[in-house]
Structure formats: structure tokens, C-alpha cells
């Protein structure tokens, strides 16, 4: 175990790919066995390789990260597996991507899909964690939202609403759990060099980059990075807080 990381055993949701998959890597590079939930079987299987190549520990759980019943019954099946559960990551989402539009002309379809990917599924997985850390009166959380919560980017109204759900969510519940000294964060990328960013138009993607200070785009070891700090011992004074990780594109 590494010496800033109490917690052993963590969730990671939508951790075949991108932002989750790096999470996944990081924490277990600390030690900790991640368990490891997404509907992209093959994805998983790629992160779990990756993992114990490198001499960590995780196993995977193909499921429906935004299905409430799935949700209940892999965390109870990753309980029985591995233990109970001492951190989770809420990092499953995602904008509308090529449905994305001017909100007069969004979809309400569209508009629930992202609130329920992005939101629901946070509030829904720490719903069926929370009980284990109140148990045990520790444990961390930390919950993936976005600089677009503060920005207010256009043609991203659900999505900058639901991200912005989960700051207030994380603060809400922060609250609510700060007596058993459990920490409840958040971190929110700015954009991100992954495989859906890479789809995105040239001319949106240079826009993207020319937006951020820094002049170039984060890597998914940024996030990583920040969410690997907020489950560790280091952070153990931080909670109901929201980490912005852009490259100055926001200030606040």
C-alpha cells in the first residue's frame, strides 16, 4: 500500500476508457484493488490487463452504470468479492456529443439521457455506497464534474446543468456525512484529450485549446491525478469542495 492512501478497496464507474481508465490505474498504482464497472466489456477487460501487468489488483463488472438495479447489485456483488467498500468514484457521464444543439432545439430525450448519465448515476451509485462507509465511519468519495458547470459553454445547457447537479450534490452530501468523517469532493475537467474529445471536429477542438490559458489540452493523468490526491490521506481535511483541473480556462 502506498503511505498517503488509508482506503484498500474503491469503485470506479465508466472505468473502461478515458478519464475512468486512468483513475483505475492510478489508484491501483497506490495499492488499492479497484473494482471496476462500465457496459464496455471489451474496454474493461483492456483496463483490467493494464492493471496487473503493472502489478495492481482489479477485477471488473460489466453493467449499466446509469440502471438502478444494476447499480444495487454490483455493489453488492463487488462487496462479496472484494470486501467492503472504502472509496467510490463517480466517473461515469457524458455531454450529448454529436446530439448537442442550441438549447431551443435540444431534445427532451437527449436532455434526460445526459442529466441521467451524469447526475442520476452519481447520486444513484453513492446511494448504494453510502451505506458501507456510514457503517464503517470512513471513507472517501469523489465525484467527476466539469469546468462546464462554471463556464456555461453554449449548446451544453443539460449537460453544464448536470454537471453543475453534481457540485451541489457533492456539497449537500459532504454535509450530511462530515460527522463520521467521510470525505465527499469532486473534481471538474476542463477538456481533456480522450477518444470523445478526438471525435470532435477539428475546428471545435482547436477552440477548445485556444480557450485554455495553458494553450494546450489536459491529459486523463491529469484527472487522475486529482482524484488519486482527494481519496489519499493528504486530503483528509477537504470535503463538499470542487477541484477544477483546466488549465486556467476557469477562475474562481
Given at each position: 500500500?502506498?503511505?498517503?492512501?488509508?482506503?484498500?478497496?474503491?469503485?470506479?464507474?465508466?472505468?473502461?476508457?478515458?478519464?475512468?481508465?486512468?483513475?483505475?490505474?492510478?489508484?491501483?498504482?497506490?495499492?488499492?484493488h479497484?473494482a471496476?464497472?462500465?457496459?464496455?466489456g471489451?474496454?474493461?477487460?483492456?483496463?483490467?490487463?493494464l492493471?496487473?501487468?503493472?502489478?495492481?489488483?482489479?477485477?471488473?463488472?460489466?453493467?449499466?452504470?446509469?440502471?438502478?438495479?444494476?447499480?444495487?447489485?454490483?455493489?453488492?456483488s463487488?462487496?462479496?468479492?472484494?470486501?467492503?467498500?472504502?472509496?467510490?468514484?463517480?466517473?461515469?457521464?457524458?455531454?450529448?456529443?454529436?446530439?448537442?444543439?442550441?438549447?431551443?432545439?435540444?431534445?427532451?430525450?437527449?436532455?434526460?439521457?445526459?442529466?441521467?448519465?451524469?447526475?442520476?448515476?452519481?447520486?444513484?451509485?453513492?446511494?448504494?455506497?453510502?451505506?458501507?462507509?456510514?457503517?464503517?465511519?470512513?471513507?472517501k468519495?469523489?465525484?467527476?464534474?466539469?469546468?462546464?458547470?462554471?463556464?456555461?459553454?453554449?449548446?451544453?445547457?443539460?449537460?453544464?446543468?448536470?454537471?453543475?447537479?453534481?457540485?451541489?450534490?457533492?456539497?449537500?452530501?459532504?454535509?450530511?456525512?462530515a460527522?463520521?468523517?467521510i470525505?465527499?469532493?469532486a473534481?471538474?475537467?476542463?477538456?481533456?484529450?480522450?477518444?470523445?474529445?478526438?471525435?470532435?471536429?477539428?475546428?471545435?477542438?482547436?477552440?477548445?485549446?485556444?480557450?485554455?490559458p495553458?494553450?494546450?489540452?489536459?491529459?486523463?493523468?491529469?484527472?487522475?491525478?486529482?482524484?488519486?490526491?482527494?481519496?489519499?490521506?493528504?486530503?483528509?481535511?477537504?470535503?463538499?469542495?470542487?477541484l477544477?483541473?483546466?488549465?486556467?480556462?476557469?477562475?474562481?
Amino acid at each position: 500500500m502506498s503511505d498517503r492512501m488509508r482506503i484498500t478497496t474503491a469503485i470506479v464507474t465508466g472505468g473502461a476508457n478515458g478519464l475512468g481508465q486512468a483513475t483505475a490505474m492510478r489508484l491501483a498504482s497506490e495499492g488499492v484493488h479497484v473494482a471496476i464497472a462500465d457496459k464496455d466489456g471489451d474496454g474493461l477487460e483492456n483496463t483490467i490487463k493494464l492493471i496487473r501487468d503493472a502489478g495492481g489488483k482489479a477485477d471488473m463488472w460489466v453493467a449499466d452504470c446509469t440502471a438502478v438495479d444494476e447499480i444495487d447489485a454490483t455493489v453488492a456483488s463487488i462487496t462479496e468479492k472484494i470486501g467492503p467498500i472504502q472509496g467510490l468514484v463517480n466517473n461515469v457521464g457524458g455531454s450529448a456529443g454529436a446530439d448537442a444543439r442550441p438549447f431551443h432545439e435540444q431534445t427532451a430525450e437527449v436532455s434526460l439521457r445526459v442529466v441521467n448519465q451524469c447526475l442520476l448515476a452519481t447520486i444513484n451509485w453513492s446511494r448504494a455506497v453510502v451505506p458501507q462507509l456510514r457503517e464503517a465511519k470512513a471513507g472517501k468519495i469523489v465525484s467527476i464534474a466539469s469546468d462546464a458547470a462554471f463556464s456555461g459553454d453554449p449548446n451544453m445547457s443539460e449537460y453544464a446543468a448536470a454537471k453543475a447537479g453534481v457540485v451541489g450534490f457533492t456539497r449537500s452530501l459532504s454535509r450530511e456525512l462530515a460527522s463520521l468523517h467521510i470525505n465527499v469532493n469532486a473534481v471538474a475537467p476542463g477538456p481533456i484529450r480522450t477518444a470523445a474529445l478526438d471525435r470532435l471536429a477539428p475546428d471545435v477542438l482547436a477552440r477548445a485549446e485556444a480557450g485554455i490559458p495553458f494553450g494546450h489540452l489536459g491529459k486523463p493523468s491529469d484527472i487522475a491525478n486529482a482524484v488519486a490526491f482527494m481519496m489519499s490521506d493528504e486530503a483528509d481535511f477537504i470535503t463538499g469542495q470542487t477541484l477544477i483541473v483546466g488549465g486556467g480556462r476557469w477562475l474562481h
